[in-house]
């Protein structure tokens, strides 16, 4: 998969969930850039919907602990935002290089 290819799919990953407004055409930098705007509105006014939504994606807490600490070498959202962007690529690596049989004996539970 060409990388420009795995960021579309990850800013459709995020657009959603973060309510980012779909540009036809992303950079990872540009994704970043975005999205660590969305999250540094969501940290001032809605902080427990942003760690909500970044439990459902799959952001492990002991990234998000590093990142938040005030000595962090780059602010919280932005440290956020690519915590979040590096775990959309990989769910889509993921599901790009796993193959999954089709179950056997499963002909009777067709609906």
């Known amino acids: 998969m060409e ?3 795995i960021i579309r799919e990850t800013a459709n990953l995020i657009e959603g969930p973060f309510e980012l407004t779909a540009q ?4 990872e930098d540009d994704l970043v850039a975005a ?5 540094a509105e969501m940290l001032e006014k809605q902080p427990e919907q942003l ?3 970044l ?6 807490e002991r990234k998000i602990i590093p990142v938040m600490r005030p000595d962090a070498p780059e602010p919280a959202n932005i440290g ?9 690529k990989q769910r889509i690596e993921t599901k790009k290089n796993t193959k999954i049989d089709p179950l056997e004996g499963m002909d ?3 609906w």
Not at 35 to 39: D, F, K, V
């Open 3 to 5: 990388q420009n290819e």
């Open 24 to 27: 036809t055409a992303y950079s």
């Open 35 to 39: 999205l660590a705007n969305r999250i």
């Open 51 to 53: 760690m909500s939504l």
């Open 55 to 60: 439990y459902r994606l799959d952001v492990l």
């Open 80 to 88: 956020l935002a690519r915590l979040v962007v590096e775990r959309q």
């Open 108 to 110: 009777e539970w067709k």
